[in-house]
């Protein structure tokens, strides 16, 4: 992924006509722009900021059919989800892994309860099962969780789901795009539509943010995948258009593993204001989370709120021997769930279906909202589809069912280098030429210079923002050792892209502001 060279080859090709634009460069558009190119379409993405920049990198990191929907009795979003997991634990081995859960039970009705429900949960996975669901004792319990504490403990039930890494995700499919002759690019925005005589959507007017140069881009299907933006673009195309999004706030805090001291995550089905909490073990730390709170305003950085970090903290507080408290906190990281609104009830998220909606407008704008990370395959299918059904596009099957994300053949030294996909070599080819880069940043994180050289050579960041929230999970992971690095990361970025030393302190200024809404 090479944006000079993106940005040239849409210049020399601007006069043709594309298949598809998709605006947003979240899960939903990366994973129709796959589903697309694999299709056979030409295919441009365009993203104002970074790839999963907005909801896309602040996910609870689950790849999972949903415990909670099947206690709402939405079996067949459950069924739908569970199918999607298998296929992504499949095709993304390097990304994705399969993680045990315990629930800790206080009571026989909870025992019946979950352990019945769990079963229906594996029943419904079939033959993508990642494992049997079963009630522990309470002596096995507190072996798999040594600090939940112990008091009024019954026992446990096991139940597995996917994990994975959400925004290195996104950058995986961002470059399985480029691969088959898509474009994507970050740091372009859609400022409006462009329409033809008859009313009827042609193309996009989009900025690229690093030039300024505008330019008309035409394209036979617009799709509008831009999370909770997407009514924005529902007004560049009708401005009366009514609001068809009802943003909730979900907050996560990252903590020690010593906080926990298992490989086991711990799923609490029912905390004070009716949500699940998760505490999730993620590359040496736990997440922990979520909230679920209305809002009536979108930001690309919404920020945490008090209530939201102490409700996570007293909830956590609550089952372990060692309390967390706020000191303890190495991130604190808030995303938008881009919920459809439910006309009936516009104020409701608990209860609004987390299931995405697909509509056409009369101009044949194609908008696809809501939904979960989880499901962005087959959302993307069924969305072309929708294209392919209204006469926009002509008939070609999906592909994306059996297409691996990862592809790599040679075997890595070191393992964890493989959520760099395919090249993830090329790595170990710049330390072993120059051992000194094999150092790690920070003793804290486990990223080398190295990696940063490379991501820079290959994943198109444009700022350490990218880098150290998005390509790295540095940020996300432990925000004051990202600060102590992030001078180094500059310093390797300045050197790899061409940019100078202003460049890098300008950087510095905007990293560090930043990072207060993380702290
Ligand atoms: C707290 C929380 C936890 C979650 N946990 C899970 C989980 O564990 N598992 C799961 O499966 N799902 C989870 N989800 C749901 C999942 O994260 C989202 O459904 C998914 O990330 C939404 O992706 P998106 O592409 O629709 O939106 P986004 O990721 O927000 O992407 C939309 C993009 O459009 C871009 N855009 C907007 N306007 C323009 C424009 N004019 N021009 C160009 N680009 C534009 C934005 O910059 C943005 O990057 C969670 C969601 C939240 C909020």
Redesign the pocket.
């Known amino acids: 992924m090479n944006r000079e060279k993106l940005v040239a080859e849409l210049q020399h090709d601007i006069k043709n006509i594309r298949d598809i634009i998709i605006?947003?460069?979240?899960?939903?558009?990366?994973?129709l722009a796959l589903d697309a190119v694999t299709r056979g379409y030409k295919t441009l993405l365009?993203?104002?900021?970074?790839?999963?920049?907005?909801?896309?990198?602040?996910?609870?990191?689950?790849?999972?059919g949903?415990v909670r929907y099947l206690a709402q009795g939405d079996v067949l979003l459950v069924k739908e989800?569970l199918h999607e997991r298998g296929m992504i634990l499949k095709n993304a081995p390097h990304l994705t892994a399969n993680q045990e859960f315990v629930i800790p039970a206080y009571s026989l009705w909870d025992i019946i309860l979950y352990t019945t429900g769990l079963k229906f949960y594996d029943i419904l996975a079939g033959r993508l099962s990642l494992g049997k669901s079963c009630f522990i004792n309470r002596s096995e319990t507190l072996k798999r969780l040594p600090l939940l504490k112990p008091e009024g403990l019954k026992g446990g039930i096991v139940y597995h789901d996917g994990q994975?890494d959400?925004s290195r995700m996104?950058i995986s499919i961002a470059q399985a795009c480029t691969d088959n002759g898509g474009i994507v690019l970050n740091y372009?925005?859609?400022?409006a539509l462009l329409k033809d005589g008859n009313g009827i959507i042609n193309g996009v007017r989009?900025r690229d943010l690093e030039t300024g140069n505008e330019f008309d881009l035409n394209s036979r299907l617009v799709i509008n995948?831009?999370?909770?933006?997407?009514d924005?673009?529902h007004r560049?195309d009708n401005p009366g258009s009514k609001p068809t999004i009802r943003p909730?706030?979900?907050?996560?805090i990252v903590l020690e593993n010593s906080f926990f001291q298992s490989r086991s995550a711990i799923m609490i089905p029912k905390t004070d204001d009716g949500r699940v909490l998760?505490a999730i073990p993620w590359y040496g730390n736990v997440v922990v989370?979520?909230?679920d709170t209305p809002l009536d305003e979108i930001s690309?950085e919404p920020k945490a709120l008090d209530s939201e970090i102490n409700f996570i903290l007293d909830t956590a507080g609550r089952y372990l021997t060692n309390p967390p408290s706020r000191a303890d906190v190495k991130c604190v990281f808030?995303?938008?769930?881009?919920l459809a609104a439910n006309p009936e009830n516009p104020s409701a998220t608990k209860e609004v279906s987390?299931r995405?909606k697909i509509t056409l407008s009369e101009s044949k704008l194609l908008s696809?909202?809501?939904?979960?990370?989880?499901?962005?395959r087959r959302m993307a299918e069924e969305t072309i589809d929708k294209g392919i059904k209204a006469g926009i596009l002509e008939s070609r099957k999906c592909q994306t069912r059996d297409f691996s994300l990862y592809r790599n053949k040679t075997s890595l030294n070191t393992e964890r280098l493989k959520i760099y996909g395919d090249k993830a070599c090329e790595i170990e080819k710049i330390i072993s030429d120059q051992p000194s880069l094999g150092e790690l940043l920070h003793p804290r994180l486990a990223y080398t210079k190295a990696e940063i050289i490379w991501i820079c050579r290959n994943e198109m960041p444009r700022n350490i923002e990218d880098v150290l929230a998005r390509r790295t999970r540095a940020l996300f992971l432990d925000v004051r050792a990202s600060i102590k690095i992030a001078p180094e990361v500059a310093a390797i970025m300045s050197a790899e892209l061409g940019f100078d030393k202003s460049w890098e302190q300008k950087q510095l200024d905007e990293y560090n502001r930043l990072v207060i809404n993380y702290l």
Request: glycine residues 18%.
């Open positions: 605006i947003g460069g979240g899960a939903t558009g990366l994973g365009l993203e104002q900021s970074d790839f999963a920049k907005g909801t896309s990198s602040r996910s609870t990191k689950l790849i999972h949903g989800a994975f959400d996104a372009f925005k859609v400022t989009a995948a831009a999370g909770v933006f997407a924005e673009i560049m909730s706030q979900g907050v996560h998760f989370g979520t909230t690309m808030a995303g938008l769930r881009p987390r995405h696809i909202i809501g939904g979960k990370w989880t499901s962005y």
